[in-house]
């Protein structure tokens, strides 16, 4: 008997990533331009002003951490978001020295934070300000600054 495979798409992981960030206070773009690439999923929370770029795959994360590794000039954390069945080989010391977060997402749309986004060490004020400000126009853009 052949096994069949749950198919996923790269748009139904952004749409439960995407929801997973609104429940936790953040206001939430999909498909932010930023220098030559567009950002999966821009978050920006009014609270405290911290913005968090995502990338997401379904499988390949290395191609994923390549753009998360651009949008670190625009966030405060980046992460990438994969598929949970194609993560075991993801390298995880290897998003950690780079400064990159994963999250894992079922097919159910359950989003798990596997590894923590340590704070970016490329965060440029002036493209973060920015990107707050092309995405949520007339939202706190100078309060990403701050943070």
Same mark, same amino acid.
């Given at each position: 008997?052949?096994?069949?495979?749950?198919?996923?798409?790269?748009?139904?992981?952004?749409?439960?990533?995407?929801?997973?960030?609104?429940?936790?206070?953040?206001?939430?773009?999909?498909?932010?331009?930023?220098?030559?690439? =567009?950002?999966?999923?821009?978050?920006?929370?009014?609270?405290?002003?911290?913005? =968090?770029?995502?990338?997401?795959?379904?499988?390949?994360?290395?191609?994923?951490?390549?753009?998360?590794?651009?949008?670190?000039?625009?966030?405060?954390?980046?992460?990438?978001?994969?598929?949970?069945?194609?993560?075991?080989?993801?390298?995880?010391?290897?998003?950690?020295?780079?400064?990159?977060?994963?999250?894992?997402?079922?097919?159910?749309?359950?989003?798990?934070?596997?590894?923590?986004?340590?704070?970016?060490?490329?965060?440029?004020?002036?493209?973060?300000?920015?990107?707050?400000?092309?995405?949520?126009?007339?939202?706190?853009?100078?309060?990403?600054?701050?943070?």
């Amino acid at each position: 008997m052949k096994k069949t495979r749950n198919k996923i798409t790269e748009f139904e992981l952004l749409r439960f990533c995407d929801q997973y960030f609104r429940d936790q206070g953040f206001l939430t773009q999909v498909e932010v331009p930023f220098l030559l690439k =567009v950002a999966d999923l821009f978050c920006f929370h009014e609270g405290n002003g911290e913005c =968090v770029a995502v990338e997401v795959k379904v499988r390949n994360w290395r191609q994923a951490l390549a753009q998360a590794l651009v949008y670190q000039m625009m966030a405060d954390q980046v992460y990438i978001a994969l598929f949970n069945e194609h993560t075991k080989s993801v390298d995880h010391s290897l998003l950690l020295s780079k400064g990159v977060g994963l999250l894992t997402i079922d097919a159910s749309g359950k989003v798990d934070l596997i590894l923590e986004a340590p704070a970016s060490p490329r965060r440029v004020s002036y493209f973060v300000s920015t990107t707050v400000a092309t995405a949520f126009p007339g939202r706190g853009s100078l309060a990403c600054l701050m943070v």
